[in-house]
T-cell receptor, first 109, second 116 residues
């Protein structure tokens, strides 16, 4: 089993749609969780950290379910500019992060 | 502006040659990392360093070497022993968290290495 698993997509949605991504992780000792965004041929950039109580940043909401070992990312009112690959990231050891392979999102007019 | 720089952006190498990729950060971060990304795959950790003059192998260290002589710099050498060196190489840095937490990693723009 991979340490971090994500549906590769692509998710094709129209502008204005709500879309959700899930990610499962295998290391129950993982303590920190993140969602990164990566545009084509660019470096990953932090989208948001994921907190136990869940957190929201504008149109983006992240949730953590420790019992089931999954995290989710919800994007409301999708914009064309949201088209990217979204990487689920969890801690895998001292100061080490484990990256999922990413879920590709395509938002169309 | 604080950040991470990598050079060059594109690099072409002949088989059998060693090549060194540069990574510099002015964020005053303690930890630095090198990753490799292949098409359709996630980031794989090559080497990481938590303090100056110390570094550890990641998951795919074979065929690579690093040094950490200065806090700001963490160059990666791709040696001729690396079987499939063509990839997108990303350098990152982070600051230690407190109380068992982990801070996010910040990435440089990457170097695309092509072996001809």
């Amino acid at each position: 089993r991979k340490e971090v698993e994500q549906d590769p997509g692509p998710f094709n949605v129209p502008e204005g749609a709500t879309v959700a991504f899930n990610c499962t992780y295998s290391n129950s000792a993982s303590q920190s969780f993140f969602w990164y965004r990566q545009d084509c041929r660019k470096e990953p950039k932090l989208l948001m950290s994921v907190y136990s109580s869940g957190n929201e940043d504008g149109r983006f909401t992240a949730q953590l379910n420790r019992a089931s070992q999954y995290i989710s990312l919800l994007i409301r009112d999708s914009k064309l500019s949201d088209s990217a690959t979204y990487l689920c990231v969890v801690t895998g050891g001292f100061q080490k992060l484990v990256f999922g392979t990413g879920t590709r999102l395509l938002v169309s007019p | 502006d604080g950040g991470i720089t990598q050079s060059p952006k594109y690099l072409f190498r002949k088989e059998g040659q060693n090549v060194t990729l540069s990574c510099e950060q002015n964020l005053n971060h303690d930890a630095m990392y090198w990753y490799r990304q292949d098409p359709g795959q996630g980031l794989r950790l090559i080497y990481y360093s938590q303090i100056v003059n110390d570094f550890q192998k990641g998951d795919i260290a074979e065929g690579y070497s690093v040094s950490r002589e200065k806090k700001e710099s963490f160059p990666l050498t791709v040696t001729s022993a690396q079987k499939n060196p063509t990839a997108f190489y990303l350098c990152a840095s982070s600051q230690y968290g407190s109380g068992g937490s982990y801070n996010e990693q910040f990435f440089g723009p990457g170097t695309r290495l092509t072996v001809l």
